[in-house]
Each structure stands twice: as structure tokens, then as C-alpha cells.
């Protein structure tokens, strides 16, 4: 089976973008096998997205709890005679949850009961997720809500409260129930559950302060890669698709403070100020202007003999994956005023974050005192079972910067799966012997500790780094 699209039917109705879909799977597939579709279990979106008169099988979605026999019947009215298989594509086992909110959980067993309504009847179901995992890097979504600014981000973590846990755990209410249920309604026999993956504790990281944002702002920055422009470009324009852009201009500064006003900024912006003919490295941060708060910031006017520089520092935080906001470009999407004036002549310098193993070789700072020094712990157990633990560094800096910690692994045999907490910080990103392990952000929660699968560790040396 080979699905050509994906609840298309709740986005449009173009009959001659699926047609083509389909011939150009069959051209390089051929026709030995099932092409289909998933769609939401309403007529309007299978009316949209069923592709009939091509013998495209249709199956659907619908959430986990809903009467499904309802939804199969009208699913044969978008299928051939004899070839509507009742399938559930897309069986809820959990949720996915946002930063900000309560990690979302559903009950074990009446996420069975809801199964066995389906299998026992001789349906069948595709379980999403049967194993949620990470989001790793930049890759999380995000969703909105009746509005484009009411945008919600994904955690880092996509365990989906899923029968098989983010770090490939089954033993839990939920895998049990399910795998019962399956056995109940075909006949598959149980077969003795898989032990737990290991997971090993390596104790607290102490990081120190190895470089600010702007001090190697040039080595994270192509110069061949940056843009110029009279207004400011979406990242998608300057090749940034993920990740984090800096727009530069320049005003004159009147009065005791300005007002910055960014009406549309996709996703969060660190504004920062300075005078032009200073070193880049003199940086006043100003504040952050966010795509779901305000969109207005009061700014400092600074005692220049020349204009002032703005830096503003945008985030990309996931693209909407779902909804009427699909189309979501990223980076400023507006024009960007400073006390009712429009600024022009931008440039923006796409970062990158290659070579962040190397970070202290850049720009190398006096190692900071015992009681500035920011700890990370690094913990064998699950993510919501790690202890408190006590940090210095408050996550409120003036400026992004670059922070370094090392932990030595004895042995090959000691190389297993943990958690990183970062407990008591506040929002940045992280990397484990330069893989980025996915963004932090347990300030706004709920999740406050990364998975580290035991691929990305190694025996001895192992360099842990957290930015902005």
C-alpha cells in the first residue's frame, strides 16, 4: 500500500492534482499495489479528497471514541463494490502535547475498548503512534488556533503518551491493554515482552560559558549566504528553512526610547541594540516580540554620534502541519517600524550550527567561577521522574550565549540511553557531540528534560553544548 496523500480533502478539492499523483505513482510503482488516501470520516472531506474513478482506495480517520461503523459505511460510498476494507488510518493512541501546556495523556483502557470496537468486528486500524519518538533538531510542528497568531509549538518530545514510549519502552498500562486486545481479536499469540532499554545516569554536566552570540557571531554565519534587501525576507526567501535568522538595520534614535512594531513575525524575535559604529559585539538586548503576544517593544534610544543598529534574532519555532495556516513561512513578514517609520535596507545572515564542537576554539573566555557555573544533569530515568536539582545560571541573560560542559563515558559498555534535565533554565537549544538533541523550554514546560539515545554518546570525551 502506498498513500498518495494526506487528509487532503480538509485543504481543497482538486480532482486533477490527485489524478496526477496517481499516474505518477503508477509510472515509477506500477500496478501491483494499493494506492490510497486518508481522510477525515465527514462526506465533505471525503467528497474532496477520494479519488474513486481511479480505483484509489479511501480510507479514514476519526478520533478515538467515535462510533466508527457509522464512519466505515459512509467510507464505502467513496469506495468500488466489494473493495471498502472498514480501516482506520490514523488510530489515535495518545496525543501530542504544546509547550505551555499539561503533558496530554489518555486512559489505557478505554483506548482498548476503543480498538476492540474496530478489530473484533473484523475492521483494522493504523495505530498513530505506535511509537511517538523526538523531534529531534528543528523538526518539531506546531498547531494554531481561529487565528494565525494563536500558534502553539510542539514539545521537543513526541512520546504521544504511545504504547511504545519515546525511548522504547513498553512495559505500561497502555502497551499491555493494546497488545490484549489484539491477541482477543485475532488470535495473535502474546509473546513475552522485550526487557527495557538501559538507561545509565552520568551525573551533573558543569558548563561554562564559552562564547557570547555576537562575539562568534562571524563563525556561525556564511558571508556568501547573507542577504540584502530594501525590506526584510522570509527565511524561506534566504535559504534559512529551519533554525534561527538575524535581520540587521539601521535608524535615528529620538527621544528617550523608541517603539518597535513588528505586525507579523513567525516565530520569536530576540531585539537587540546598538550603536552602528560600534563593535557588533556591544549589544543592549531590548526584548522579544513573539507571533502569539505582543507585538510592540519599547526600546532604548542609546547616545550615539551615529545611527542605531538593530539586530533582531528570529527563531523559527515548527511550521503548522495541520489547518487552515498550513502556509506558514517564516522569519518577519511585515515591514518593521520604529516610532511609526518604516525601516529599509536590511540585512540578514543565516545561522548555522555545524561546527559547535569547536565553539571554544572560536572564541575561548575565561572559565567562570564555581558560583556562576550553570549545571545540567544527565539522568537513566524517564523524563518526569528526574530530581531537582539546584542551578545557578537564572536563563535571563541580556545576550544569547554559548555554553559548554564535558562527561567522560569509561567503556563501550557503559554507552546507553539517558535524559538531560535542564531544570530551573529557561529556553535554548541543544547539542550532544554536535547532534542537536531539540529545543529546551522548561520555564514555559511542560517538559524539562531531552532524550540522548545511546548512538549519539560514545566512550570517553563527550561535549554538550546549550545556546540562546
Not at 506558514?328 to 545572515?349: A, C, F, N, P, R
Request: proline residues 5%.
Amino acid at each position: 500500500m502506498v498513500q498518495i496523500e494526506n487528509e487532503f480533502g480538509s485543504f481543497g478539492d482538486d480532482k486533477n492534482y490527485l489524478h496526477y499523483l496517481v499516474q505518477l505513482a503508477r509510472r515509477y510503482l506500477g500496478n501491483d499495489i494499493v494506492l490510497y488516501t486518508t481522510d477525515g470520516g465527514t462526506t465533505n472531506t471525503l467528497k474532496n479528497g477520494a479519488i474513486l474513478q481511479d480505483d484509489v482506495f479511501a480510507a479514514v480517520d476519526f478520533s478515538t471514541g467515535d462510533d466508527p461503523w457509522p464512519i466505515f459505511r459512509l467510507q464505502k460510498k467513496y469506495n468500488l463494490p466489494g473493495k471498502s476494507a472498514p480501516l482506520s488510518a490514523e488510530f489515535y493512541t495518545g496525543w501530542l502535547t504544546h509547550w505551555g501546556e499539561s503533558i496530554a495523556t489518555t486512559d489505557a483502557s478505554s483506548t482498548a475498548k476503543a480498538l476492540k470496537s474496530i478489530l473484533c468486528r473484523n475492521g483494522s486500524a493504523v495505530l498513530y503512534m505506535a511509537h511517538g519518538g523526538t523531534n529531534f533538531g528543528f523538526y518539531n510542528g506546531a498547531n494554531t488556533g481561529q487565528t494565525e497568531y494563536e500558534y502553539k509549538a510542539d514539545l521537543t518530545s513526541y512520546d504521544y503518551d504511545a504504547p511504545i514510549k519515546e525511548h522504547g519502552d513498553v512495559h505500561n498500562p497502555k502497551y499491555k491493554a493494546l497488545r490484549r486486545v489484539i491477541h482477543e481479536c485475532t488470535g495473535t499469540p502474546l509473546h513475552p515482552l522485550p526487557a527495557d532499554i538501559e538507561r545509565a545516569s552520568y551525573g551533573l554536566v558543569k558548563l561554562q560559558k564559552v562564547a557570547s552570540f555576537f562575539d562568534i557571531f562571524d563563525k556561525i554565519c556564511d558571508p556568501l549566504k547573507v542577504a540584502v534587501s530594501e525590506q526584510p525576507l522570509s527565511m524561506e526567501l534566504t535559504g534559512q528553512m529551519f533554525g534561527f535568522l538575524l535581520y540587521v538595520s539601521e535608524y535615528q534614535g529620538k527621544g528617550p526610547y523608541s517603539i518597535l512594531s513588528i505586525p507579523k513575525v513567525h516565530d520569536r524575535a530576540q531585539v537587540f541594540v546598538s550603536c552602528s559604529l560600534d563593535d557588533v559585539r556591544n549589544q543592549i538586548y531590548a526584548g522579544v516580540i513573539e507571533r502569539w503576544s505582543s507585538k510592540t517593544l519599547q526600546i532604548p534610544t542609546l547616545n550615539c554620534s551615529s545611527n542605531i543598529r538593530l539586530s533582531i534574532l528570529v527563531e523559527n519555532m515548527g511550521r503548522v502541519n495541520y489547518g487552515p495556516y498550513i502556509f506558514d513561512q517564516k522569519g518577519i513578514l511585515s515591514t518593521v517600524e520604529i516610532d511609526g517609520v518604516t525601516l529599509h535596507h536590511w540585512k540578514m545572515y543565516p545561522l548555522s550550527f555545524n561546527l559547535l564542537e569547536n565553539l571554544s576554539k572560536f572564541q575561548p573566555i575565561q572559565q567562570i567561577t564555581d558560583a556562576r557555573a550553570s549545571k545540567v544533569s544527565s539522568h537513566g530515568g524517564s523524563q518526569n521522574k528526574l530530581r531537582d536539582l539546584s542551578f545557578y545560571l537564572n536563563g535571563k541573560s541580556e545576550e544569547p550565549e554559548f555554553y559548554e560542559g564535558h562527561f567522560h563515558i569509561d567503556s563501550n559498555s557503559t554507552v546507553k540511553d539517558t535524559f538531560i534535565s535542564f531544570r530551573g533554565w529557561n529556553k535554548g537549544v541543544a547539542f550532544v557531540n554536535n547532534f542537536n538533541i531539540g529545543r529546551f523550554w522548561p520555564v514555559t514546560g511542560p517538559q524539562c528534560a531531552l532524550y540522548v539515545p545511546a548512538p549519539i554518546l560514545r566512550s570517553g570525551d563527550n561535549i554538550v553544548v546549550c545556546t540562546f
